[in-house]
């Protein structure tokens, strides 16, 4: 039988209208001013930040954002919708047993179903329509799939582990004596990729042509990763991988954020240990289900065993109801959740007196959710 490969993607987006004030820094490091910890992943220090009816994110009295449903408490880090989303996907299918494993090779063949195959990989954009909801480009999948007539306890998506965001973003500090802007780092177009060590300030951010890890690594990448020079965003504009500005100019671009390790990782690029498998864990978003994600080797087969062999990811969903696929079956699908999948990160600059900077927008992995009726 033939299935018909539908993807729906649902957001909520507002318009952008920037706000101005004046200030003179802040009093205190962020270290002192926020309320959540590094390590806090309570309903109030994760998600969303609090913003204006224009969009842009509202700085507090005390030079911080907030949380969205939380006034109290304050954050060095804000998970919002991005404008866009760019993955590279090589597989994807439906199990009837767990292609999670212990072992040291993932099997996602014996007992799995693929509805999408590429080795090269398919570079699919998800893109903001301003409307509530956002677009793919191109389809995973031109014409219709086959799937077996089975009942699948599990799905998976196999991804590059470079994920790209390209976010803009406005702050509003009209209730803040702390500062007037936001600071980013200094880069021009014709001075790629060459960043300088004079920041940049602003009430609007946006992303630029950098690369950073998950956990902020220095240091330059080998041959699979590009042999890229990171970007550490530790309050020097050179390493920041933003601009600010009054209006978003040329360089706006995609940024990229490498998952080196699921686990604890300090220091310079391939200095610490791999952590290439997480566990099955509850997702922020109903998902139908768990997510468990495994670092792969180029040949998407054998778990990474470095940072610099870790090129792709196994992301998989144990799937709470299981999806029965029947002769009655006429649709399959496929939801990408980025509610708040860009991390604005921010620190202080290294200055006198201390200004908010954003060190990044990091890139989080995308959930995903599986369905067929």
């Not at 309903?43 to 842009?56: K, L, P, R, V, Y």
């Not at 449903?69 to 994807?92: A, E, H, Q, W």
């Not at 940024?255 to 990782?265: C, D, L, M, W």
Request: hydrophobic content about 35%.
């Amino acid at each position: 039988m033939r299935v018909f490969f539908i993807i729906f993607f649902i957001f909520i987006f507002n318009s952008i209208k920037p706000a101005l004030a004046e200030g003179t820094g802040l009093l205190q490091s962020i270290d002192d001013l926020k309320s959540c910890s590094d390590d806090d992943d309570t309903d109030a220090c994760d998600g969303q930040c609090a913003t204006n009816e224009s969009g842009a994110i509202i700085i507090a009295s005390n030079g911080l954002p907030y949380d969205a449903d939380n006034s109290t408490s304050y954050r060095d880090s804000c998970n919002m919708i991005p404008d866009f989303y760019r993955v590279t996907l090589y597989k994807g299918g439906l199990c009837i047993s767990d292609p999670y494993t212990s072992e040291s090779t993932v099997d996602y063949t014996t007992n799995c179903d693929l509805f999408f195959n590429d080795a090269n990989g398919k570079v699919i954009t998800l893109t903001n329509q301003g409307d509530g909801t956002a677009t793919a480009s191109p389809s995973l999948v031109e014409n219709g799939i086959n799937l077996g007539i089975k009942t699948y306890t599990h799905a998976f998506m196999v991804m590059s582990n470079h994920l790209q965001i390209k976010h803009q973003q406005a702050y509003d500090f009209t209730g803040t004596e702390t500062s007037d802007e936001m600071r980013g780092g200094d880069v021009s177009s014709a001075a790629l990729p060459r960043l300088n060590d004079q920041a940049t300030g602003g009430i609007v951010c946006w992303t630029v042509d950098r690369t950073s890890t998950f956990s902020n690594l220095d240091g330059v990448t080998g041959t699979n990763h590009g042999e890229v020079i990171l970007r550490t965003g530790n309050g020097n504009p050179s390493e920041a991988s933003t601009k600010c500005g009054s209006v978003v100019d040329e360089t706006y671009d995609y940024a990229t954020e490498i998952i080196e390790s699921f686990g604890e990782a300090s220091g310079n690029w391939g200095d610490s240990e791999v952590t290439a498998k997480w566990p099955y864990a509850e997702s922020s978003i109903d998902i139908g289900g768990t997510k468990a994600a495994i670092l792969l080797q180029s040949n998407l087969t054998e778990v990474a065993t470095t940072m610099e062999n870790a090129v792709a990811m196994l992301y998989a969903v144990n799937l709470t109801n299981p999806l029965e696929i029947t002769e009655n079956t006429n649709q399959f699908n496929i939801e990408f959740g980025l509610s708040g999948s860009v991390s604005i990160d921010f620190t202080t600059q290294n200055s006198t007196p201390e200004y908010l900077m954003i060190s990044k927008h990091g890139a989080d992995p995308v959930d995903i959710r599986f369905s067929a009726n």
